[in-house]
């Protein structure tokens, strides 16, 4: 049975509306500001709604999502020979369904309640083409990631020097369903260069927008006295590459209120 909407736009509030439509002047088009490279948006998303997807996720993919783990290198500290040079490549510890697959079964499941079909809609693009201000490619990636106590990412910056289509920048949406069980996460980020902002991101219907590459890092999962075998944060994610210059109308999702922009989907 499906439970999560076909479009992000059926999950939103009257506030997450005028988002996606560009008419809330603090948030549309906030991540143009090369300050500002992280939004954290709480009412955006109506919970009972948010709470209802996240049981059904957590019912259909907790016994999917696979571990993907990159502890600290061993040698990290034995292999120094200079005082304070030591170097830390990014680790974590977390569970994932990448849901490109279409033939494992962490994708059926995801297929199953609706899942993939609301990460692939025009309204779940649109929003985060609405808080980036950027026309972005329609091609995008999605993935879930689950949460448990302990679990965490350490600090990183997503750069990839390597990629031209992500060397530039490029937007990641993320929409936190998390359990009862979660006591708290916390996402600390950078600003003039220290790691020095956090945000709670253990929420149920929280998004984070992000205009990446920036440091940052996720705190680990810590759970409620007696809860540990039910703390499990659900992270929705989609990544956004920039559009190209000239790419085809067809092949775009335009901010509102830019040429080319399309009306937001309404939802039933």
């Not at 995008?140 to 990183?156: A, R």
């Not at 994610?237 to 920039?242: A, C, K, Q, S």
Request: charged share 25%; glycine share 8%.
């Amino acid at each position: 049975m499906k439970r999560f909407p076909s479009q992000f736009a059926d999950l939103l509030t009257p506030k997450g509306r005028r988002i996606l439509e560009g008419k809330d002047k603090a948030v549309a088009g906030a991540l143009l500001d090369p300050a500002r490279r992280f939004v954290a948006l709480q009412g955006v998303v109506d919970v009972a709604k948010a709470t209802a997807c996240r049981n059904a996720l957590d019912a259909a993919l907790r016994d999917l999502v696979v571990p993907m783990e990159d502890p600290i290198p061993v040698d990290s500290i034995s292999g120094m020979t200079m005082n304070y040079m030591e170097l830390l490549p990014k680790t974590v510890r977390v569970r994932t369904a990448l849901l490109e697959n279409r033939r494992s079964r962490s994708w059926k499941a995801a297929e199953a309640v609706g899942l993939t079909g609301m990460l692939r809609s025009d309204t779940f693009a649109g929003f985060a083409a609405a808080v980036s201000g950027r026309v972005l490619r329609r091609n995008w990636g999605i993935q879930v990631l689950c949460y448990g106590p302990g679990d965490y990412s350490g600090p990183h910056n997503d750069h990839h020097p390597e990629e031209a289509e992500a060397r530039d920048g490029y937007v990641d949406m993320h929409l936190s369903l998390t359990m009862p069980g979660v006591e708290h996460q916390y996402l600390v980020y950078e600003k003039d260069h220290h790691l020095s902002e956090m945000a709670k991101v253990s929420t149920v219907g929280g998004l984070t927008v992000y205009r990446l590459p920036f440091w940052h890092y996720t705190t680990p999962v810590v759970a409620r006295r007696g809860a540990e075998g039910e703390a499990r944060r659900w992270v929705l994610l989609g990544t956004f590459l920039d559009a190209a210059p000239q790419a085809r109308p067809a092949s775009v999702v335009v901010p509102p209120g830019q040429p080319g922009a399309r009306s937001p989907v309404r939802g039933a």
